[in-house]
């Protein structure tokens, strides 16, 4: 069975940072693409950064871009991303999902590509 799962969320200051892990179980890392997706109250989910796993080649976001950093570590079949600056508009559920075709990453943020999710990690940001 494979499985994903989210974890570092927490209450953090403006400026602060997190950095947030997706664990995988039951696949290995090399062939499949990770992406992180958060939703804040009242919001759509919307995609912040993706990883293909076998070459670490990695897309972000506007929202994020610059402020995150998405990283892969196959040995421990985990994908992390740390995210820097943080602002209370970051406040979300951050979720991660895996994607067994690693190359569609013209559909990065494509939700329906994605076959497991994560249950995702809460992040606060206070002002």
């Known amino acids: 069975e494979v499985q994903l799962q989210a974890s570092g969320g927490g209450l953090v200051q403006a400026g602060g940072s997190l950095r947030l892990s997706c664990a995988a179980s039951?696949?290995?890392?090399?062939?499949?693409?990770i992406a992180w997706f958060r939703q804040a109250p009242g919001k759509e989910r919307d995609g912040l950064s993706y990883?293909?796993?076998?070459?670490?080649?990695?897309f972000y976001a506007n929202s994020v871009k610059g402020r995150s950093t998405i990283s892969t570590d196959n040995a421990k079949n985990t994908v992390y991303l740390q995210m820097d600056s943080l602002k209370p508009e970051d406040t979300a559920i951050y979720y991660c999902?895996?994607?067994?075709?690693?190359?569609?990453?013209?559909?990065?943020?494509?939700?329906?590509?994605?076959?497991?999710w994560g249950q995702g990690t809460l992040v606060t940001v206070s002002s």
């Open positions: 039951g696949i290995r890392l090399d062939d499949y693409a």
């Open positions: 999902a895996a994607t067994d075709r690693p190359y569609a990453h013209s559909q990065a943020w494509n939700e329906a590509q994605y076959s497991t």
């Open positions: 990883i293909r796993c076998r070459d670490g080649v990695a």
